[in-house]
Nanobody, 125 residues
Framework: QVQLVESGGGSVQSGGSLRLTCVASGIIASRACMGWFRQATGKEREGVATRSDSGSTSYANSVKDRFTISQDNAKNALYLQMDGLKPEDTAMYYC???????????????????WGQGTQVTVSS
């Protein structure tokens, strides 16, 4: 049984930083496409960043140069370092995984079968 558990969300002021963590079980994160998605109130869930089994990364244009996705194979964990946070980054952030070919933020969320419960990020101006 695959489980993804996120943590690290919180409330910060604009310009601040947070690091989200996703701990995986039942799946080897380094052999999967792992990603971060977010959903703001009243909006569709969107891809933020992904990391493939080969280490390739992909970012949404809105977070490029501010967010960094990384992985710790020993801990089977995925991270999202978020710097320069803006109020528009406020959303519920979800960790997701898929085991099929293709790994980028352009892959539709419906093609990710495994999801965490989410962690809330709130950025105030």
């Amino acid at each position: 049984q695959v489980q993804l558990v996120e943590s690290g969300g919180g409330s910060v002021q604009s310009g601040g930083s947070l690091r989200l963590t996703c701990v995986a079980s039942g799946i080897i994160a380094s052999r999967a496409c792992m990603g971060w998605f977010r959903q703001a109130t009243g909006k569709e869930r969107e891809g933020v960043a992904t990391r493939s089994d080969s280490g390739s990364t992909s970012y949404a244009n809105s977070v490029k140069d501010r967010f960094t996705i990384s992985q710790d194979n020993a801990k089977n964990a995925l991270y999202l370092q978020m710097d320069g946070l803006k109020p528009e980054d406020t959303a519920m952030y979800y960790c997701a995984a898929r085991l099929y070919p293709g790994c980028s933020v352009s892959v539709a969320r419906d093609n990710f079968p495994y999801w965490g419960q989410g962690t809330q990020v709130t950025v105030s101006s």
